[in-house]
């Protein structure tokens, strides 16, 4: 099993405005999604953290599940070990936000970070810190408009 998280960031490290909003972002047309390999990248993961595939989403509320969603009160690292015994080749994405990413980090549980980063200062809202610790940059490239894209990779324990 793999995990990614894959984000777009503001210049100054921000995932989204205080209230969680991420209007800030550019569209997505066929530019942006050729050079980011967006489309590529959603077509190789099984799993989704959060988003529109199968989803375990982490809630401290009930919720009812569905087949392609299911709502969690687990810690992180129990939940993926349960979804690594049904399916240990998955490629999963961890879509955020910060806190859920923090969990994941502090549980040696992601393995890759592709970061988005897009040349727009925020100055305030809701900050990703990628742990030193635990991520290293591998890759830096200018894509278009420029817009960067960072890669991570898990440091050894």
Request: some cysteine; charged content about 30%.
């Amino acid at each position: 099993m793999k995990i990614i998280l894959n984000l777009a960031v503001s210049s100054d490290g921000f995932i989204a405005d205080k209230d969680g909003g991420t209007g800030w972002l550019p569209e997505i047309d066929e530019e942006l999604n050729e050079q980011t390999k967006f489309q590529e990248f959603m077509d190789s993961v099984s799993i989704i953290l959060m988003g529109r595939k199968k989803t375990y989403v982490f809630s401290s509320r009930q919720h009812e599940s569905r087949p392609e969603v299911e709502f969690t009160k687990e810690d992180v690292g129990h939940t993926i070990k349960r979804i690594r015994s049904h399916d240990p080749e998955v490629q999963v994405w961890l879509m955020g936000g910060a806190e859920l990413a923090k969990s994941f980090f502090e549980n040696y549980l992601v393995d890759e970070v592709v970061l988005t980063v897009i040349p727009v200062k925020r100055g305030e809202g809701i900050k990703l810190a990628i742990p030193e610790d635990k991520m290293v940059l591998k890759e830096k490239e200018e894509i278009c408009r420029g817009i960067v894209q960072e890669y991570y990779v898990r440091c050894k324990k």
